[in-house]
């Protein structure tokens, strides 16, 4: 800001304007910047050449460099092109964290280029999802072997698996927050939510169970996930297969979703029978079925009795308390007096919480 003296006088400050050329100068660079960069297909072709070379680390630079021209020429469609074909080819070869890092690029680029949510877009972000690698895992592991060698190979498999669902989890929450905020459900997209909960499960090497039912709960594929929660409930420590059950019905009740948690048990019950595994008796269970009941009428009383009732049992869990005080807060209108406190808030935010 410069100002104008007569006489000693001080004037009002002059406001120096660009000139009109300015401005058509600066659009005409910017539309001649556009117009430089060839079609991606072209960069994409000779980019594929150097990945099939081997030469991983400098395909990632280059995948990396030119897909930032076209974001900055604002060719969105095209940076998208070449951010999923890098990612894609990275993740075939084995190059988790190149691939992953290119595909939190491509989810970057979403949001920068205000690309709505929608089934094309989302077979776009699913087509990269499938190349993440899916090798067997070694879990509920016991180091006890003397060979070296193989405690050695044991640790890298293990690192390994941690790797890809690290990066994995990275890209699709990423996605998830993108599809929440361009035109998805409240949650995200349901069928995103289904994606990291597979991955997590399969891909883990120790099963955090109460992550992969976030998700699962925010999904649509019930038949999936009560198969889900019956292979856990074989592999989890005797006694504590019903805390599967009871958790995944009390995280629908969260969230005010009682169909889907009557859904779900009558799937899992239909799925053990169907195996002849038996479904598991406990105190556990009886109040879970009362809960499912009582949540049908305005019975706030009969609620907080089956809470004092079944304390023990619930108590075997410290997250079912913070679950039933969301429940109380969602069927009841029990307001908590602060929200979202203990060990459920802090998953809800770390798994990116809306």
Request: aromatic share 10%; with cysteine.
């Amino acid at each position: 800001m410069q100002y104008s003296s007569i006489s000693g006088t001080l004037l009002k400050p002059l406001i120096l304007q660009p000139p009109l050329n300015f401005f058509i100068a600066r659009m005409s660079r910017e539309r001649a910047k556009r117009a430089t960069l060839p079609p991606a297909q072209e960069n994409i072709e000779k980019l594929e050449k150097v990945v099939k070379q081997g030469n991983y680390y400098g395909a990632q630079q280059m995948f990396k460099s030119i897909s930032a021209r076209y974001v900055s020429a604002e060719r969105y469609s095209e940076a998208l092109d070449i951010l999923k074909c890098g990612a894609c080819l990275q993740l075939e070869n084995g190059q988790v964290t190149c691939g992953s890092e290119l595909a939190l690029l491509f989810v970057e680029t979403l949001v920068k280029g205000k690309v709505s949510y929608n089934e094309e877009t989302l077979d776009h972000v699913r087509k990269i999802y499938e190349k993440f690698p899916r090798p067997s895992v070694p879990q509920n592991l016991d180091l006890t072997d003397d060979d070296d060698d193989e405690m050695q190979k044991l640790s890298e498999a293990i690192a390994a698996a941690k790797t890809r669902v690290d990066c994995c989890s990275s890209f699709l929450k990423a996605s998830i927050k993108w599809s929440v905020e361009f035109g998805a459900l409240r949650y995200g997209s349901p069928e995103l939510h289904e994606m990291l909960a597979d991955y997590m499960y399969s891909q883990s090497p120790e099963v955090d169970m109460v992550k992969v039912s976030f998700h699962f709960v925010r999904g649509r594929n019930l038949k999936k996930f009560a198969s889900t929660i019956i292979n856990f409930m074989g592999k989890c420590y005797p006694g504590e297969d019903d805390l599967a059950i009871a958790r995944a019905i009390l995280m629908y009740l969260s969230l005010g979703n009682l169909r889907d948690a009557n859904k779900l048990m009558d799937e899992v019950e239909k799925e053990m029978q169907s195996k002849h595994l038996d479904f598991p008796r406990s105190e556990l269970m009886e109040f879970v079925n009362y809960l499912l009941l009582t949540l049908q009428r305005d019975a706030l009383p009969l609620f907080n009795m089956l809470r004092q009732n079944y304390k023990t049992s619930i108590d075997r869990d410290p997250l079912f308390n913070e679950l039933l005080d969301e429940v109380a807060k969602k069927f009841y209108g029990i307001q908590r007096k602060s929200p979202l406190q203990g060990m459920f808030g802090d998953i809800f935010k770390m798994m990116g919480g809306e």
